[in-house]
């Protein structure tokens, strides 16, 4: 019988709300669980513990929902101060230890602000996990969630620090009920890669990244430009857009009205650039550079033909354990894509023929571009599949798969 699930209590290193309670839009599963779960469940904890950025909320915050309301919001002042506190100057996407141990402890201040326990604690990353493992000791929790949003074997460069980042996976692995991992290399990569013995790991499963649509809808079949290919990333060894300019020139003397928006920007940009005019297609190329405004995103994407994620298989990458989200937000948008088997969801590609997977090459990608633009018939027969999937993407079926899986059903959450 599908258990009830009322109250739950979500601790994330991410921003979701700015100090007015404004939401604030970022790729990471925490505004979407946040949403999720207030409009279902009668009682909700949400912990903040962001990583300090210059212009982000750098203190830890609570926010309490009661039936789908917003009903408390509120900070412990210690833990944004001294020996707390990190410096503009200082702030970064990177670890700070003093930082970890007021997660703890502001991890404890959450838990104890609620008189009663929490059916369900989800964790996102394993410093949280492990509080809600220790919280379901202390009887505050009844299930606890380890949940992996950024994850790889080769997480940091300094090996004793990824050994310890590696040490404290294993043990929230141990510690949770329930493991949400992005993909299924990351579960892989555990028992294959690392050679951990997950016979008494808590039950694993796949949570990809979902789609928010903010709106967007999919223009029919009539309305899509067939000659428009799209770039979305950083613009990077790992990315892929080496490829995508040198696939140009072959592209353009086969298709003669295909365009390239690109948008993103990186370490390879000034490079490409050139390179794009050494081989004369930089008239072809519409360089955006980095785009903050999600609006604009969806738009370049919305109408285009294909969505172009050509990933290097470089040894190392972290994109062959993360659900890559330009994927899933060009399926959201209704185009078909063309990747490497670098990232874990080639599979779903190659499976439900939402486009092509191809080997890492100009060559390979100038035949697959052309093949599907070169035949509009078998090209809308593609992006009808990639129309159908599209709903399988948003959040609300990604989490509500995941719950019932756990055992939670619809008569469960209301």
């Known amino acids: 019988m599908a258990r009830r699930l009322d109250s739950v209590f979500i601790a994330t290193c991410s921003d979701i709300l700015d100090e007015s309670g404004a939401t604030i839009r970022h790729n990471s599963p925490a505004w979407p669980l946040m949403d999720y779960f207030s409009r279902r469940c009668a009682r909700v904890s949400v912990l903040e513990l962001s990583v300090p950025r210059k212009g982000m909320v750098n203190r830890p915050q609570l926010t309490t929902f009661r039936d789908g309301r917003r009903t408390g919001f509120r900070t412990w002042g210690p833990l944004a101060t001294r020996p707390f506190a990190v410096s503009d100057d200082a702030a970064g996407p990177r670890t700070f230890l003093r930082l970890k141990l007021r997660d703890l402890a502001a991890c404890l201040w959450a838990a104890s602000a609620e008189r009663g326990g929490f059916d369900l604690f989800i964790g996102v990353e394993s410093l949280l996990a492990l509080c809600g493992g220790y919280?379901?000791?202390?009887?505050?929790?009844?299930?606890?969630?380890?949940?992996?949003?950024?994850w790889s074997p080769w997480k940091f460069s300094n090996k004793a620090l990824n050994k310890v980042y590696l040490e404290m996976d294993r043990a929230a692995c141990l510690l949770s009920d329930h493991i949400w991992n992005y993909t299924d290399a990351i579960e892989h990569a555990r028992r294959d890669i690392l050679k951990f013995d997950d016979t008494h790991f808590g039950r694993q499963h796949r949570v990809p990244f979902g789609f928010i649509p903010d709106g967007a809808t999919p223009p029919p079949d009539h309305e899509v430009d067939l000659n428009r290919l799209v770039f979305c990333g950083g613009i990077g060894p790992e990315n892929g857009l080496d490829v995508i300019v040198e696939a140009l020139p072959g592209m353009a003397r086969r298709l003669p009205g295909i365009r390239l928006d690109v948008l993103g920007d990186g370490p390879d940009l000034p490079r490409l650039k050139e390179r794009a005019r050494e081989l004369g297609v930089d008239g072809r190329v519409t360089w955006h550079g980095y785009v903050t405004d999600r609006a604009a995103i969806l738009k370049a994407q919305l109408g285009a033909a294909l969505a172009?994620?050509?990933?290097?298989?470089?040894?190392?990458?972290?994109k062959r354990f993360g659900d890559v989200i330009k994927i899933r937000e060009a399926i959201g948008c209704g185009l078909p894509v063309v990747t490497t088997n670098v990232p874990p969801s080639h599979k779903e590609v190659l499976e439900k023929n939402l486009?092509?997977?191809?080997?890492?090459?100009?060559?390979?990608?100038?035949?697959?571009?052309?093949?599907?633009?070169?035949?509009?018939?078998?090209?809308?027969?593609?992006?009808?599949?990639?129309?159908?999937?599209?709903?399988?993407?948003?959040?609300?079926?990604?989490?509500?798969?995941t719950l019932a899986a756990m055992g939670y059903g619809g008569v469960g959450i209301r």
């Open 355 to 401: 486009g092509r997977v191809i080997d890492y090459s100009p060559q390979a990608l100038e035949e697959a571009v052309a093949e599907l633009l070169g035949d509009p018939e078998r090209y809308f027969a593609v992006r009808a599949g990639v129309l159908a999937a599209s709903g399988d993407n948003l959040w609300d079926a990604v989490y509500g798969r």
């Open 135 to 150: 919280l379901k000791k202390l009887g505050k929790v009844r299930e606890s969630v380890y949940y992996i949003s950024d």
């Open 308 to 318: 172009l994620a050509p990933y290097a298989p470089l040894e190392h990458s972290v």
